[in-house]
């Protein structure tokens, strides 16, 4: 049986397989409908401010991430700035990335920071973390790491597109000196240390500032192996003493994989064992959760279990979604059990690990590793998570989509001189208006939609989502998971009246569609006014994202 825990060990087997079945289904765009749904916006009872960090990106060195993705090089023919792939940074800023994440994964316990900064072409070639799992059609640079992109890259890239970076310190395999080290490059003053003269030396006389910092990675595997104890003493020992430049530095702790409460318990109740004065260290505790297991809960083998990204019939649709809304059981669960020991609840989850994960096979670019093509399913699944993410906006501080660019949930495709934005890319610049806004408690009521899994009647919420408001100007983003029934919906506003709006929305007549280096535009949203008066209906295409932008008056 393969865990994701071995996920690494046994990536070497990982072997590209061709899709199952060949469904394709053109929905019937225009079945009938009736208003037999209601969403109710309660103006006069906000959740509380959605952090923008919620909206966050995660990179590693990791395939085409990096290189190629993000790095195209100084020298580089495609359209760049600094060397970086200037599309990335275009629509990034677009979407107001808030914040990034980086070196990994799992490649950050195994990186030494100092391999990524001084003079380019000093900096010493690595054997990069991931090469095992790379494959004959994989390029040399993304088995062995030529530590062009590193730290400055990093943080220049995060300035340029006005994100905080968030980086992940190695715990596994450098002493917690290089931890101190490194925040003293990134932080101390101009000419106050020799590391802030080594910075000095490569343009950036100014410090980082550098805020979030990550204690690690998945310490419960690739991380190091650690029980959660044994994670819980170097998580106190790395961070016993820090250079403070920043006040305060937000310390993340390597959290629980999806529903492992126990290491959220075990981990705090040590780390509180020595008072619990030492739980204030922890701005926020990681969790990851990939939606891996399109198995209807025939096997938890990591390679058998997982599904094709872009060939699946309407059950494998329902089963990535029904994955996808575990988030929200995995936020309440661990927010009950960090209560526990934290009981004023200071310490925030930050899902910096977040999407669905499908066997190898669908990668735009051959040779690269986890990479995937999202479709439709991918929006739908990525709205669903933000809407929830919104909804516990008091619980979870920061999210990272996990991985921006060539790689699993990704916004963006890219090889050399070809970029298209995904459909999850398009997902999130329909979200983007919900950074910093009131969420507001919001009242879905609808069918559930009805699916056959395996000869038993299963079913799904018919529509959900989420609402915030700005100032006058609310938000409300909303799913219909139906593959083939539009929804229509009586949207009433308590304690407000709406005077204009508009709405756009994500769909196509094929619930497989996806944006490709062919196709680019395949998938993309729509935009219309909206026609108010009286009763406000709104109709919710089948498999759809929508995000109606409403003016109170
Ligand atoms: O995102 C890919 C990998 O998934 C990350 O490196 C690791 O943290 C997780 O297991």
């Not at 088995?143 to 890259?153: P, V, Y």
């Not at 006389?205 to 192996?225: D, I, K, L, Q, T």
Request: aromatic share 12%; glycine share 10%.
């Amino acid at each position: 049986m393969k865990s994701r825990r071995n996920f690494v060990k046994t990536a070497l087997a990982m072997t590209a397989t061709a899709g199952v079945g060949t469904f394709s289904t053109l929905r019937n765009a225009l079945a009938a409908s009736t208003t037999d749904s209601r969403i109710d916006i309660l103006l006069d009872e906000p959740r509380g401010t959605i952090s923008p960090d919620i909206y966050g990106h995660f990179t590693e060195h990791l395939g085409g991430v990096m290189y190629d993705g993000i790095w195209v090089g100084l020298k580089s023919k495609v359209p760049n700035i600094d060397g970086l792939r200037r599309d990335v940074v275009e629509h990034m800023r677009k979407i107001k990335a808030p914040v990034v994440r980086y070196p990994g994964g799992c490649f950050a316990d195994s990186y030494d920071w100092r391999d990524g900064v001084g003079p380019a072409d000093k900096r010493p070639r690595r054997t990069n973390f991931w090469n095992g799992a790379e494959n004959d059609k994989s390029p040399a640079n993304h088995k062995f790491e030529s530590n062009e992109f590193g730290t400055n890259e990093f943080v220049h890239f995060c300035k340029l597109i006005g994100a905080e970076p968030y980086l992940a310190a190695n715990v596994r395999s450098l002493p917690a000196t290089e931890f101190q080290h490194w925040v003293e490059y990134c932080n101390s003053p101009a000419g106050s240390t020799t590391l802030a003269d080594l910075r000095a030396a490569a343009g950036y006389a100014e410090p980082f500032n550098v805020r979030y910092w990550g204690v690690g990675n998945e310490s419960w595997g690739c991380g190091g192996n650690f029980t959660p104890q044994e994670y819980a003493v170097e998580f106190r020992r790395y961070t016993a003493w820090l250079p403070q430049y920043v006040k305060p530095l937000s310390l993340i702790a390597s959290g629980p994989n999806t529903d492992e409460w126990f290491w959220t318990r075990e981990f705090l109740q040590e780390i509180a064992r020595k008072g619990p004065g030492q739980l204030r260290e922890i701005y926020g505790m990681a969790l990851h959760h990939y939606a891996w297991n399109l198995s209807r809960g025939k096997t938890n083998d990591w390679e058998k279990a997982k599904g094709d990204a872009i060939q699946f019939e309407p059950v494998d649709w329902y089963e990535l979604l029904r994955e996808g809304q575990r988030m929200e059981g995995l936020i309440e669960g661990h927010w009950q059990v960090m209560g526990e020991f934290d009981r004023e609840h200071r310490i925030k989850l930050i899902v910096d690990e977040w999407g669905p994960w499908y066997r190898p096979g669908s990668e735009a670019t051959p040779g690269d590793i986890l990479e995937q093509t999202p479709t439709l399913r991918d929006a739908v699944f990525s709205a669903l998570t933000l809407d929830i993410f919104n909804r516990h906006c008091g619980k979870v501080a920061m999210a990272n989509c996990a991985q921006l660019i060539n790689c699993l949930n990704s916004l963006y495709l890219a090889h050399e001189d070809r970029f298209v934005v995904t459909t999850v890319g398009r997902a999130f610049e329909l979200y983007a208006g919900h950074q910093g806004g009131q969420s507001l408690r919001a009242e879905f009521s609808a069918p559930q939609v009805r699916y056959d899994r395996d000869g038993q009647a299963a079913t799904f919420w018919g529509l959900n989502g989420s609402a915030s408001v700005q100032g006058k100007n609310m938000l409300l983003t909303v799913v219909n998971p139906h593959v083939s029934e539009p929804r229509e919906a009586e949207i009433v506003v308590r304690g407000g009246a709406i005077s204009s709006g508009s709405a756009s929305t994500l769909t196509h007549s094929d619930i497989h569609a996806s944006n490709t280096f062919a196709h680019r535009d395949a998938v993309m949203p729509s935009h219309n006014p909206l026609k108010l008066g009286g009763q406000f209906v709104y109709t919710f295409p089948p498999a759809s994202v929508s995000a109606l932008s409403l003016q109170l008056r």
